[in-house]
């Protein structure tokens, strides 16, 4: 790192990306290796329902200094017009239908976690006592 970036990333406290497939992206997987990590993040999923509305989520810490009071939103999708095509902009997801989709996604993000916990208490059974594998 030159004397310039070590600067930079002496007082960069935080990093806004945008863009798609920004994991694989070498500035993603710089900042990753300095010890940055992801505070809020906004995505857009089609749903595969009737119409397949495209709904944008977003996922943040409310408190990101210490990572605490976690919550997830659902606040806007674009919704196809009787021609099939979708709506130029985005618009508001009615309550009961944005209730629906932030329990679904609770529902997966829990199921994710156990699984990655499930995966990680697997794989320390796997290492014997001695540090070897077993």
């Given amino acids: 790192m030159t004397k310039k970036e070590e600067a930079v ?3 960069l406290r935080g990093a806004a990306l945008s863009g798609q497939d920004l994991f694989g992206t070498s500035v ?3 900042l990753r290796q300095r010890g ?3 505070t809020s993040i906004t995505w857009r999923s089609r749903l595969q329902e009737v119409g397949n ?4 989520f977003n996922a943040e ?3 990101v200094e210490t ?8 606040n806007t999708w674009k919704v196809r017009r009787s021609t099939g095509e979708y709506n130029e902009s985005f618009g508001s997801i009615p309550p009961p239908k944005r209730a629906e989709l932030l329990r679904r996604l609770q529902q997966f993000a829990m ?3 156990q699984s990655i916990a499930a995966q990680t208490a697997s794989a320390g059974s796997s290492v014997d006592k001695s540090g070897g594998d077993s």
């Avoid at 509305?53 to 944008?56: T, Y």
């Fill in 9 to 11: 990333a002496g007082v």
């Fill in 53 to 56: 509305p495209i709904v944008e």
């Fill in 36 to 38: 940055f990590y992801i």
């Fill in 61 to 63: 810490f409310e408190d």
């Fill in 67 to 74: 990572c605490t009071s976690f919550r997830y939103s659902a």
């Fill in 28 to 30: 993603f997987q710089d």
């Fill in 111 to 113: 199921l994710t976690v």
